[in-house]
Structure formats: C-alpha cells, structure tokens
C-alpha cells in the first residue's frame, strides 16, 4: 500500500521534527538477498529461527533510527520533551490510523504491548461492575484458547469484581470456519442464561497456541445481532501477519502488537478504540499529569521513560517500501512460504497440519510424529529446550490432549513461522532433527530424566 | 558468532566466570575517573547547553549506554534463549543490587518498574482497592503534600477519589529555613486528616520535593505518621537514590520507591518500588498489566509484563561498575554534588542580591535560588515562558519555579520587590562552573536590559 511520504519524520539533533518535503526522489531499490542478510545480521546464525510469532524481529535500519530517538532524547532531554515527543507519537498514530483504516487519529492510542491493552480495556470493564453499571454475574466470553496472559487478566479484572467467564471451546485440529462460528454462538447462548447480559467478548484474530486464524468480522456481527455490550479483537499477531481493517471488522476494541510482525523493535502496540461515549472512560493505568485527556494523550506520556520504540513506526514503512508489494506482499509471501514448508513438513514425516490453509497467516500447526510420545505440557517444554540446545532450532511446540477413541492421535503440533529473514534451509534442519529423533527413537519420557 | 556464556552455562555446570575470579589476585584498585574520561562519557550532551537541570530527566554515562545497547542485541540476537535463559537472573541481580543498596532485608521487596509514576499507580490502586472492597470506610482520608508531584495528584484522584476516599493536603512553607517548620506543618495538616474521628489510610510523603524542591526530614515523618495511627506510609523519594543516602529500614515507610535514571546514572527508565515484608501489604500489591505471573509476587509479576525492552532493569550493575570509578563511589558523588549545589546556589543568589529557598542542610544535589523581583514573575506560564527564553536565547536548560506571595505575610525581597521565581539548580557529575556561570550573566543581562516576563507575550 502506498505510504504517503509526508509522514517520514525523522528527529533533528535540538529535539524539533522538521518535514522533509520530498524533493523527486529516487525510489530505493528492493532489497537484494544480500541487503536483507544484512538487515538480520544481527540473528544468531547458528539458530534455525523459525519463531517470529513469539517475539517478532527488527531490521537493523529500523533499530539505527531507534537509536537515534534515544540520543536525541539523551542529549537534550528537556527540548525533546517539550519539542519533540508529543509531535513523533502524533505522527506514528497517523501512520497507525492509515495502516488500520481507522476513521480518526484520536481512536488510537499507542502502548507497550497487546498485554497492555488488555490490562486498559479489562480495567475498564472491572470499574463498571464496581460501579454497578454491570451486575454481579454478567458475562465476559473468551476463546479457549486466549492467550495466557488475556486469560489471567480476565481472572483479575473481571472475575475478581464479580463477572462469570464464560470460555468457547475450539476444536483442534480445525476444519472450516463454521466450526469456529457455531462454538462461538453457542457460548454466547451459554452466557444469556438466568437474564443476564454478555457485557465483552474477547476475540482472538489470530491465536496463539495453537494458531488459528479466527474469522473475527464474523463473529462480531453475531455479537452486534446478540447484543454483546463491548466487542475486544486480541489481534497480537494482526498487523503484518493478517489483513486489518478496522471499519470492516467492527469491534470496539483492537489491539496489535508492531513488534511481532511489523518490524518494530521491542515494544510497541496500538490499541484502536471506535469512536464512542465510552471512550473516555479508558485510561492508561499508569496515571501523569495527562489523566483524563482521553486514551491516546495519556498513553503518550506516562512518565519520563524510553518512547523510542513507539517513535519509530515511520521509519518501518521506509522498509517496508523496500519489498515487492510493501506489506501486502510480505504478508502473501509469508503465508505461501509457511504453508508451503509446513506442508513439506507433515508429509516428511507423515503427519498432518492443523488447519487448512486458509485459516492461517504466517504461522501454520504442523503435527509432530505420534513416536516422539509428547504427552503432556511439561513434554512440550523440554523438547522445545531439547531442540534449541541440542539441535539449534527454536520452535514452540504445542500439546494437545487425545480425545476419546482416538487411535494413534498426534499429540504435539510445532508452531513455524515464516518471515521475510526465513529460509528453506530452516525448515530442512528442523525436518531432519525430527527424523533424526525419530530414527533413534526418540521419546519424552528420554527427557523426564 | 558464538553464543555468551558469561551468566551462567546451560549445561548446568557452575559459573565458569566465579570459577575464574577466585583464582585471580586482587586487582589493584582502580584510579579515580580522569577529567578527560568523565567528558567523553557525557560527550552525548549537547554542546553550548547550560545543562543545569538534572533533576527533571537525569542522565546516563556512554559506558552504561553501551551496555544497555549489548542487553538490546542479546534479546534481538536468540530472543527465546534470552528468555528462557537470561532475562530473569538479570532482572534479580538488579533487584539484589538494589536491596543492598537501600538497606532492605529481603530481595523480595524490591521491585522493579519503569518509573515512580508506575509505582505509585501500584500503591494507589492497592489503596483503591481498600475502599471498592469496603476495608476503608467512605471519607476515610489520605494525606498528600500540597506540592507534590502533578501525576502522583492525578493517581490519587483517579484510584482514591473516585473510590470514595477523602484528600488531604498539608501545606510546607517555601521558602523554609528549619526541619521543624517542615515537622510543624505536617503535625498540623495531620490532625486535620484525623478530623471527626476519620482514618488516614494512607500517607504520601516525598524525601525531596520536586518543586519547590527540599530535602524533607522523612524519619521523622514517618515516626509521626506510626504515633498517630496512620494506616499506610508511602515515601515517594523519585530524586533519592544517587542524591541522598538512602536506608529504607531507618526510614521505616511501608512504601519506598525512587527513580535510577535521575540521579544513578541508569538510562531511561527504572525506578525500584519497596515494600516492607512486615507490612504484611506485600501480597495485595499488582501491576496493573497482568500477564501469566499474576499471584507470583509483585517483584515476579514486575519482572515480566510482556514482551519489552528490559534492558534499563538489567543495566543496574554496569552503573555500580561506573560509580566505583569515582572517588568514594556513589557516596563521594553524593557529597562532591551537594557541595557544589550549594557553592553555586550561593554564588548565584549573591550575584543577583537574592536568597536561597531552604538552608544548604535542607537540600541535596539542587537547590532553589531566588530570581531577582524585576523579572516580574507573576505566574506558573510566566514561570514557564521564560525557562523556554532561557532555553531558545541563552542556551541555559533550568526549571522555573512561581511561588506567589503568601496571604499576609511578608515574603522574602530582594532590594527591588518581592521574590517570586526560583530557579531548581541540579548538579551533576558532568557540571562545571562554566554552567552555572553561564546562568548567572544571563539573568544579569535580563536584569540590565530591563526584561520582564511581560515580553514573553509579545514573543
């Protein structure tokens, strides 16, 4: 998508932004091979990284204009405070707004993380019960799956002030959509019983573990048509990996992490707030002296601290411009690389995948072989340990419970990512560390030692 | 590439670093950082700035920057292994520095967080909850100085206020010339608090206030707070550590938290929350963003609120390294700082024929010096306005504080008029004379040129 140039501040060393107006520049070429190996350099070469999805990555240009944040900061922390802070997390939230389709700057506010977000819109939800708008036993709904973090502020905010949890339970291994929509809706009938309301729905847009993509613009109509007071899309993984438009998916609430598959160093986050009465009863917990100027102000300034990350977001588009496609074709090429090496995968060795490809971003389950015996959680953890330390690969692994009569199931899945620093060469080394345990037999209960 | 093995080996063997140290000989002590060293340390500092304001965003040593860029790469470089492996041992080696520092008992009651503002949103929503879940009656009362800082008043309205708490403000004098002045008013606004029988739950006191700034007697504050059934004490030191010593069991507060990045040297940002186990508080105690730590422990929980940058929380030893370079280490900082704070507060007020805003004892490493009455500072912006003058024209960065004449009393006066602007002058490691001379020509020139903030509109 073409990123208006307009929005490629870059600091200038007394702390003030000074607009380039673009004189007819030449457009950078796309990145050779070599320049990309070069923007990773810094990746440990020795490790097959088939990981982005856990803590994303940064190229090297991205993290020299972060430096250069910092030192203006550092230099002149006073004039950059008063000069230049306010103006660089404006422009980074237009750059934000464009990227989402957003009607309006002001609907989104910048954080750390998704786990951030969570925290803010989770608060707001405890307050409402507190305050008796919501009553005892009103409902939030989330995904079996939600993250583990969303899950434990959903005990500390809601359950806490007297709100029931109501989970939907997703199949795995997932075959179509519908599957997905008919839990949800009868979750949502679950959480109507005795009169009471469903006041949020926490909607994954890509889970976790295991990863799926959840058709979000789907479920949030049958929660408009259900009257489910509040709608909050947890799309950690959303931005870079799946397409986001803010106006077409409809939620209230939308947060994405930059970090994970938008190029931006550790840590950054937006979360979109639709326009709305309720708006101004977000706040950042962390309270300044900017309390009560809306979500967006407040997060902008939450005491002296490093805003570098969040500065930075025009400067990623500048990369971006440097691929084929931008964005768009990032994200394409990703998913048909991660299908296409997730498919080679399970064939190699005579698994499956766990879900089709449709339902899938950047990241696709491919099944482990039944052999390797992963039979509960702790399993996962030292084999994935088993495979950094011993194998140089780093993948999480995921476990899955049989259910009744299944015969032979697979109980471990791995989670590949594939990102623009990914190569076949990765994939092949983790497909022959598997063989490789396989053909030693090879099992978990090897590890209980 | 090869991998870092210096903090800890994976195979589960000892420390191959510790193994090394023991067979080394001492090493001889090192010498005191020269001149030359110290200026290239801060060589990132804008040059021709009278940079005389540390107080307000500290600073940070290139040497520590650069170990803050080295903990950068190694989560960028394998970030699973860095934190599966690495990133928890660094963050509770910080912790420990810290605890040994301050004098605390246990690890387990320091935390690390980004800055004061997020400890005290962690004390304040504990508090909060005091009230949402009726432990505290509604107009039960908790105490603030009136100069506080702006976001440690905002926190209270938000999380107290609004939960049906009551505020009370005590009111220091400033200028101030004893401790007991300062005794004197807080037993005062006390009693107001415990007025009509009401609990005070909670009292914020800070160890330095921001502005005006003074160096508060805090232990004995605190000792009247027990004596007089205070529920809850939360010393807001965000100056302390690195300006004054800080020993948080003679303080005795149940909460004590200050910023690194002020005045020890840490990159922006950390701050260290303290919490007396005996308190028995330490359990009710969250960050607000929870993650799958919550129920471990705010220390736990603290030390992992998703994926971020950690690497000004685990740089904390890099700065212990950096202050033992220097004569009597962070307490010849210390001294050397307030020495000259005061030097140059006194030459200051002498070359204008003003006064200083509390006596040297009643302050640390920045004092408040008067501005001559003929600048005509009238207000906060007028105060604001011109801090921006003396940033734009003269190259001098120096907060300005406005403090209007008090109801009939006579305040202070230079030979022209009453005094109603201070100047927050901060020294540092970094400053020199030059600095703080540099500020006093200035004024004079305003002085001279009959400037008064009167212009700054027109500007």
């Avoid at chain 2, 963003?289 to 736990?300: D, M, Q």
């Avoid at chain 2, 504080?401 to 030979?415: C, E, I, L, S, T």
């Avoid at chain 2, 030059?434 to 500007?459: G, H, P, S, W």
């Amino acid at each position: 998508m073409a990123s208006p140039k307009s929005h490629r501040h870059h600091p200038q060393p007394n702390g003030d932004l000074k607009t380039h107006v673009p004189k007819k520049q030449k457009v950078p070429a796309f990145l050779t091979d070599s320049d990309l190996q070069s923007e990773f350099a810094h990746h440990d070469p020795s490790v097959a990284r088939i990981n982005n999805g856990s803590f994303g990555s940064c190229p090297a240009s991205v993290i020299a204009a972060q430096q250069q944040w910092q030192l203006t900061f550092l230099r002149q922390p006073d004039s950059f405070y008063f000069n230049g802070l306010k103006k660089g997390i404006l422009e980074s939230r237009a750059v934000i707004k464009d990227l989402i389709n957003a009607e309006d700057v002001n609907e989104i506010s910048i954080v750390d993380n998704a786990t951030t977000a969570v925290a803010i819109v989770l608060q707001q939800i405890a307050w409402a019960f507190a305050e008796g708008r919501f009553l005892k036993g009103d409902v939030a709904v989330m995904l079996h799956y939600a993250y583990g973090a969303v899950k434990k502020s959903v005990e500390a905010y809601v359950t806490r002030a007297g709100g029931r949890v109501i989970e939907v339970q997703l199949p795995f291994p997932v075959s179509s959509r519908e599957e997905i929509v008919s839990e949800f809706r009868a979750a949502l009938e679950r959480g109507k019983v005795d009169g009471r309301k469903v006041r949020l729905a926490v909607i994954d847009h890509v889970t976790s573990m295991p990863t799926v993509v959840i058709p979000v613009k789907e479920l949030v109509k049958i929660c408009r048509e259900e009257g489910v007071d509040q709608v909050f899309v947890d799309a950690a993984h959303g931005i870079g990996c799946v397409d986001l438009d803010m106006k077409e998916i409809g939620a209230d609430f939308y947060t994405s992490n930059l970090h994970k598959w938008f190029f931006c160093p550790p840590s950054v986050a937006f979360l979109y707030c639709r326009k709305s009465p309720r708006s101004m009863e977000l706040h950042h917990p962390v309270v300044s002296d900017e309390y009560g100027n809306g979500l967006a102000i407040e997060s902008a300034w939450i005491g002296t601290r490093d805003y570098s990350a969040q500065l930075v977001v025009p400067s990623v588009l500048e990369f971006l411009d440097r691929f084929e496609g931008g964005i768009d074709g990032i994200k394409k090429r990703n998913h048909e690389a991660v299908v296409r090496m997730g498919e080679m995968l399970a064939k190699a060795w005579g698994t499956s995948l766990g879900c089709p490809p449709d339902m899938c971003g950047s990241m696709i389950m491919v099944g482990l072989p039944a052999c390797l015996e992963i039979s509960n959680e702790a399993d996962t953890l030292t084999l994935r340990a088993h495979l950094r330390e011993s194998f140089g690969v780093e993948v999480p692994i995921y476990y899955r419970s049989p259910k009744e009569g299944e015969v032979g199931p697979i109980t471990g899945y791995a989670r590949i990512s594939h990102q623009v620093y990914n190569k076949e060469e990765d994939y092949y080394k983790f497909r022959d560390a598997i063989n490789k345990l396989v053909g030693t037999k090879f099992t978990c209960k090897l590890l209980h030692d | 590439m090869e991998r870092d093995d210096r903090h800890g080996s994976r195979n589960g063997n000892c420390d191959p670093c510790q193994r090394s140290c023991k067979k080394a000989r001492l090493p001889d002590p090192p010498q005191p950082i020269s001149d030359p060293e110290l200026r290239s340390e801060f060589s990132h500092h804008q040059r021709g700035v009278a940079r005389i304001n540390n107080g307000s965003f500290g600073s940070c040593p290139g040497s520590v920057l650069a170990a803050h860029r080295d903990w950068l790469l190694r989560f960028l470089q394998q970030p699973d292994d860095f934190y599966c492996n690495s990133l928890r041992e660094g963050i509770l080696r910080s912790r420990t520095l810290i605890k040994d520092l301050i004098n605390a008992d246990d690890v387990d009651e320091v935390s690390l967080v980004d800055n004061v503002t997020t400890a005290a949103a962690i004390v304040l929503q504990q508090v909060g909850r005091g009230f949402a879940e009726s432990r505290f009656a509604p107009g039960d009362a908790v105490l603030m100085l009136h100069c506080v800082f702006q976001a440690v008043k905002k926190s209270i309205q938000a999380y107290v206020a609004s939960a049906g708490g009551s505020i009370v403000e005590v009111e220091l004098p400033f200028p101030v010339s004893s401790d007991e002045e300062v005794i004197a008013a807080f037993r005062r606004g006390l009693e107001r608090g415990k007025k009509n029988g009401r609990r005070v739950r909670l009292a914020i006191i800070d160890h330095i206030t921001s502005m005006p700034s003074v160096l508060i007697p805090v232990k004995e504050l605190v000792k009247i707070c027990r004596e007089e059934g205070v529920d809850q004490v939360f010393v807001d030191a965000a100056h302390a550590i690195g300006s004054v010593e800080v020993d948080v069991k003679e303080i005795g507060a149940d909460f004590y938290v200050s910023n690194l990045h002020k005045w020890f040297f840490c990159p922006p940002s950390v701050a260290f929350l303290y919490c007396r186990k005996s308190s028995g508080l330490v359990s009710s105690m969250h960050h607000p963003v929870v993650t799958h730590e919550y129920g471990n422990g705010l220390p736990t929980e603290s030390a992992w609120i998703g994926t971020r940058d950690y690497s000004s929380q685990l740089v904390v030893p890099a700065v212990f390294e950096f202050v033992k370079r220097f004569e009597g280490g962070i307490q010849g900082i210390i001294k050397r700082n307030h020495e000259q704070v005061v030097k140059m507060g006194q030459m200051l007020a002498e070359s204008w024929g003003t006064n200083l805003g509390s006596p040297p004892e009643m302050c640390a490493s920045m004092i408040m010096v008067g501005l001559p009455s003929r600048l005509c500072i009238f207000s906060g912006e007028d105060a604001q306005r011109l801090r921006s003058h003396l940033r734009v024209n003269h190259g001098i960065e120096v907060p300005i504080h406005y403090q209007p004449p008090a109801d009939g009393v006579d305040g202070p006066r230079d030979k022209d008029g009453s005094i109603t602007g201070y100047a927050r002058i901060s020294h540092q490691v970094y400053n020199t004379g030059e600095d703080y001379f540099k500020f006093r020509d200035a004024i004079n020139e305003l002085v001279a040129t009959n400037f008064t903030c009167k212009r700054l509109l027109i500007e």
